[in-house]
């Protein structure tokens, strides 16, 4: 009995043994059949069953039952190998160069190489650590940014260097511009003044011409409207009485019969007044030594400039030039005089700036004397018509030259701005006063619409018109014609006008 019992303890004490190991068992599937597979769950319901069957009586049963109870845990503990199964996921990394698509990359890269078709695994592997793909964006952006600059103004200098083509065509505007150049010097003075005195013609004769514009008869209202015509042109009063009286005698004489007939009259009468003033500037003289010319004139109406451009006058004409620059008041006065000596390669008698300007003049007679000068042309300080102790150093002048040569100065040529309207009157006679005015040069004639003062100085003064400047260059100062005058203010033809 008692062998018996302990048999007996013993059998039901290894089945609670074989109990305890497969309730481990089975609660290690069971976390690992929750945590992978629940396939597993039915496998710890197929346990309590055996439980059930472990009372059986036999001892061999249940050594038996044991054995293949082992196995079939030993099934649940074979899923273990299953873990490679999940192992896989790191497969998933083969899916993850997927989604960088190097693949496009090498798209672009491997133009040289796509030969090596099957390292296709190699391309898709160095290009993810090389990260090529900052590689090919840097160089883009910086070389061939520079490059393109580079490449442009390249074949650009040879699109500017096939501009010395352009030249070809300068010589054919040169032969315009000799051909425009001749059509000028055959046009002549007339189409110098006649585009000079612009101005003065849109101010005179335009107002003219409406004002006879669909008139049938000369009656005293045309008159009026005539006379009032000229006065706005700065014909001057006296010039303009004489004018309108000369008409109405002509017109009681039954010689102008209509508008159109005043209209010619009025031009004729114009070239009348200004034919006695209109006399060039004579060289001939008794005695030796040069030709002296005194410039004056108040300030800023250009007689350095005229001196210079009767100097190039004079040389053409075949003469030798000498330039006095006696006007030693005005900063810069000897420098300019100086340069227009340069420039027409004539020597310049200077002093110092603030020199006596008698005693400068007075060595310029004698050198020209010396040195058999046919013409000297003085400068001097412009100076206002209203003072007096100006005027007086002019006088001064006067008789310093007369010492070396009694005749000189041969012409005291006085410079008038057109601009400055009736006030170029006063400046006259004023002038007159102190020296013998025996020449005027009336310039800025282009830029004024007062250009009819001439007829108010021929009128009042009577002193000879040599030169007028019409505009800028050299050949705009040129002598003085009546009739082409009055014909290009009334925009007539050459040689129309005939009293």
């Given at each position: 009995m008692f062998g018996f019992l302990k048999r007996k303890k013993k059998q039901d004490s290894q089945p609670q043994d074989e109990r305890k190991r497969d309730e481990v068992g089975l609660g290690d599937a069971k976390d690992e059949s929750a945590e992978r597979e629940p396939a597993l769950s039915p496998v710890v319901t197929e346990a309590p069953v055996e439980e059930q069957a472990e009372p059986a009586p036999r001892p061999s049963e249940p050594d038996g039952e044991p054995g293949p109870e082992k196995p079939e845990i030993e099934p649940e503990v074979e899923p273990e190998p299953e873990q490679p199964e999940i192992e896989p996921a790191p497969e998933p990394p083969e899916v993850e160069p997927e989604p960088e698509k190097p693949e496009v990359e090498p798209d672009k890269t491997p133009e040289v190489e796509p030969e090596p078709a099957q390292p296709e695994v190699e391309p898709e592997i160095e290009p993810a650590p090389q990260t090529p793909e900052i590689e090919p964006e840097r160089p883009p952006e910086v070389a061939p940014e520079p490059s393109a600059p580079e490449v442009e103004p390249a074949p650009s200098a040879p699109e500017i260097e096939p501009g010395p083509s352009a030249p070809r065509p300068s010589p054919q505007d040169k032969p315009v511009a000799a051909r425009e150049e001749k059509k000028e010097e055959k046009k002549g003075f007339f189409a110098r003044i006649k585009s000079g005195l612009g101005k003065t013609r849109a101010n005179l004769t335009d107002g003219l011409a409406d004002l006879f514009l669909g008139k049938k008869q000369i009656d005293d209202e045309l008159l009026e409207d005539l006379e009032t015509q000229l006065l706005m042109a700065d014909v001057g009063i006296?010039?303009?009485?004489?004018?309108?009286?000369?008409?109405?005698?002509?017109?009681?004489?039954?010689?102008?019969?209509?508008?159109?007939?005043?209209?010619?009259?009025?031009?004729?009468?114009?070239?009348?007044?200004?034919?006695?003033?209109?006399?060039?500037?004579?060289?001939?003289?008794?005695?030796?030594?040069?030709?002296?010319?005194?410039?004056?004139?108040?300030?800023?109406?250009?007689?350095?400039?005229?001196?210079?451009?009767?100097?190039?006058?004079?040389?053409?004409?075949?003469?030798?030039?000498m330039l006095a620059a006696g006007d030693t008041f005005r900063a810069a006065a000897v420098e300019q005089l100086k340069?227009?000596?340069?420039?027409?390669?004539?020597?310049?008698?200077?002093?110092?700036?603030?020199?006596?300007?008698?005693?400068?003049i007075y060595d310029a007679v004698s050198a020209a004397k010396a040195r058999g000068v046919d013409v000297l042309i003085a400068d001097t300080a412009g100076r206002l018509h209203n003072k007096s102790h100006l005027m007086e150093e002019l006088k001064k002048v006067h008789r310093v030259m007369q010492k070396i040569d009694a005749s000189a100065p041969h012409e005291v040529m006085l410079v008038l701005d057109a601009g400055t309207g009736q006030n170029a009157i006063s400046q006259a006679s004023t002038f007159n006063e102190a020296v013998p005015i025996s020449g005027i040069t009336l310039t800025k004639l282009d830029g004024t619409a007062k250009g009819g003062v001439i007829f108010a100085l021929a009128k009042q003064l009577e002193t000879p018109i040599r030169f007028i400047g019409v505009g800028e260059s050299l050949d705009d100062l040129r002598p003085f014609s009546a009739n082409d005058f009055v014909n290009a203010l009334f925009d007539q033809p050459e040689g129309a006008t005939r009293g």
């Amino acid at each position: 009995m008692f062998g018996f019992l302990k048999r007996k303890k013993k059998q039901d004490s290894q089945p609670q043994d074989e109990r305890k190991r497969d309730e481990v068992g089975l609660g290690d599937a069971k976390d690992e059949s929750a945590e992978r597979e629940p396939a597993l769950s039915p496998v710890v319901t197929e346990a309590p069953v055996e439980e059930q069957a472990e009372p059986a009586p036999r001892p061999s049963e249940p050594d038996g039952e044991p054995g293949p109870e082992k196995p079939e845990i030993e099934p649940e503990v074979e899923p273990e190998p299953e873990q490679p199964e999940i192992e896989p996921a790191p497969e998933p990394p083969e899916v993850e160069p997927e989604p960088e698509k190097p693949e496009v990359e090498p798209d672009k890269t491997p133009e040289v190489e796509p030969e090596p078709a099957q390292p296709e695994v190699e391309p898709e592997i160095e290009p993810a650590p090389q990260t090529p793909e900052i590689e090919p964006e840097r160089p883009p952006e910086v070389a061939p940014e520079p490059s393109a600059p580079e490449v442009e103004p390249a074949p650009s200098a040879p699109e500017i260097e096939p501009g010395p083509s352009a030249p070809r065509p300068s010589p054919q505007d040169k032969p315009v511009a000799a051909r425009e150049e001749k059509k000028e010097e055959k046009k002549g003075f007339f189409a110098r003044i006649k585009s000079g005195l612009g101005k003065t013609r849109a101010n005179l004769t335009d107002g003219l011409a409406d004002l006879f514009l669909g008139k049938k008869q000369i009656d005293d209202e045309l008159l009026e409207d005539l006379e009032t015509q000229l006065l706005m042109a700065d014909v001057g009063i006296e010039a303009t009485t004489a004018i309108i009286e000369r008409l109405q005698a002509r017109v009681s004489r039954k010689e102008l019969n209509d508008p159109a007939a005043l209209y010619k009259g009025l031009q004729e009468e114009l070239g009348r007044m200004l034919e006695p003033v209109a006399k060039p500037l004579d060289f001939d003289k008794q005695g030796d030594g040069p030709f002296v010319i005194l410039v004056v004139g108040v300030n800023g109406v250009g007689k350095t400039t005229t001196i210079g451009k009767l100097t190039q006058r004079f040389q053409r004409e075949g003469k030798s030039v000498m330039l006095a620059a006696g006007d030693t008041f005005r900063a810069a006065a000897v420098e300019q005089l100086k340069v227009w000596g340069e420039r027409n390669d004539v020597p310049v008698i200077a002093q110092h700036t603030g020199a006596d300007s008698a005693s400068v003049i007075y060595d310029a007679v004698s050198a020209a004397k010396a040195r058999g000068v046919d013409v000297l042309i003085a400068d001097t300080a412009g100076r206002l018509h209203n003072k007096s102790h100006l005027m007086e150093e002019l006088k001064k002048v006067h008789r310093v030259m007369q010492k070396i040569d009694a005749s000189a100065p041969h012409e005291v040529m006085l410079v008038l701005d057109a601009g400055t309207g009736q006030n170029a009157i006063s400046q006259a006679s004023t002038f007159n006063e102190a020296v013998p005015i025996s020449g005027i040069t009336l310039t800025k004639l282009d830029g004024t619409a007062k250009g009819g003062v001439i007829f108010a100085l021929a009128k009042q003064l009577e002193t000879p018109i040599r030169f007028i400047g019409v505009g800028e260059s050299l050949d705009d100062l040129r002598p003085f014609s009546a009739n082409d005058f009055v014909n290009a203010l009334f925009d007539q033809p050459e040689g129309a006008t005939r009293g």
